[in-house]
């Protein structure tokens, strides 16, 4: 994601620099313009964010926490030595909000990966050859309704319905099990395109911060929705990311799905 | 269940007769006023509530939709034949609300078990030794929101709550299949009480006919609530069926998981 992220950027006139904590970021990550830090190295990450006269920030890609016993701390973690053991406790929502609270102390500004690179968020309308029917839009104009109620609760980030029923709402297990337990409710496997029903509809929750949290969807998104039987995928233009773009639309057009942007106000 | 109903229908002074379908009904009917029919045999099964002067029906328990081409029909089904025809199709719901309405044009009246056999039902308040914490009540608060929110879409008769977070939403799965996927979520066997937090919040959906479709927890609810971690169990008092009276007091003591009966108006 880091490099989808940083050409879509340079693409659209933005100047890069990334920035790679070691054993964590991908090699991709010398293509462009970068510096590489270790863990623990909070005074050199702003040394080089100020050299490079960085002002905005994008935050990408997943790391596992580090050992903090094998971490060397600079002097610039020791100085902000309190913001860092607060890291060590807390869901992960928690810990990438500090991170951005903290940079946002320092000056810079936190951007998220859809305010950057708007080109690899999925577009409104439909973006596949396939398109939704009738029945399709009705069911999703029902799951944007479930997500909708359930916004004061942080749940809901996607919805399954088919022909007016709703099949699954994800909670806390995530879009990939809720379909894989779609794919069992329903007992068929990926069936032609005639005998499905049904859409997944996935959108950030209301209040989500996308700057930390943007959903996404890619090709394992429609090899489960095919297995799901269902017809497509609906999400909120604009607000879901496309990770691995050519992938996603390469086993959309094999199962014969459609993927649609919805302008909506969940 | 239907022995179990009969019982707390004679003790709460009504005079019962019970009809068994022929190799789908228990032996245990037979502990009771009864009579015997095949399926096919709707004239007869008029004949005997006319000739018993029945004026209310409870229909309970679970049968397997018969081979229509084993059936034999007397006049009375033959008479209702395009009735018959469209129990062919149609979800289970849609064909106990048939049934509903064509006792009822006959005359009848369709009662639930919770209004027959109203001490089968949860009670109002802590029914068991184990009591929820003022942490479980804002859960079950929550729960019960959830639950309300969901109402227009028809789902969401159990949702399971932990520390403000929503785990799980039951849509199409049902009830064990939520708690089960609790349990994988959250990736720990029944733990000690002292390390457990959640609760499952069971209640009816806005809408739903209590008459063909009553919520109902049991000893296996109770066993799967405990493996998911989980503290106790709420549920709408006077709406829900405990199957199992005794084995499910007997597990919840031995799980030391707590069961409450909320009035809500949800």
């Not at 607060?86 to 936190?110: A, H, P, Y």
């Amino acid at each position: 994601m880091p490099s989808e992220v940083a050409e879509a950027a340079i693409e659209s006139g933005l100047d890069v620099h990334l920035i790679g904590i070691a054993g964590e970021a991908d090699k991709r990550v010398e293509r462009f313009p970068h510096s590489w830090i270790k863990w623990g190295e909070v005074g050199r990450l702003f040394d080089i964010l100020n050299k490079q006269r960085c002002k905005d920030i994008v935050i990408v890609g997943s790391v596992k926490r580090p050992d903090l016993a094998q971490v060397r701390f600079d002097l610039g973690a020791v100085k902000n030595l309190p913001f860092l053991l607060s890291l060590r406790t807390g869901g992960d929502n928690s810990v990438l909000g500090n991170i951005v609270k903290f940079f946002e102390n320092k000056g810079f500004q936190v951007r998220g990966a859809h305010e950057i690179a708007p080109s690899l968020l999925t577009a409104s309308g439909v973006v596949t050859k396939q398109s939704p029917e009738r029945v399709d839009l009705e069911d999703i104009e029902t799951g944007l309704e479930v997500v909708k109620s359930l916004g004061p609760f942080d749940i809901g980030q996607a919805v399954v319905v088919a022909r007016g029923h709703v099949l699954a709402v994800e909670a806390a297990e995530g879009t990939d099990a809720m379909l894989q337990r779609c794919a069992e409710l329903r007992q068929w496997g990926a069936k032609s395109r005639a005998e499905r029903s049904g859409v997944l509809i996935k959108c950030p929750k209301s209040g989500q911060d996308l700057r930390i949290d943007l959903p996404a969807i890619g090709p394992r998104t429609i090899e489960l929705a095919a297995e799901a039987g269902l017809k497509g995928v609906a999400v909120r233009a604009g607000h879901v990311l496309m990770a691995d773009r050519a992938g996603l639309f390469e086993a959309a057009a094999r199962h014969q799905l459609f993927l649609l942007g919805v302008d909506h106000d969940s």
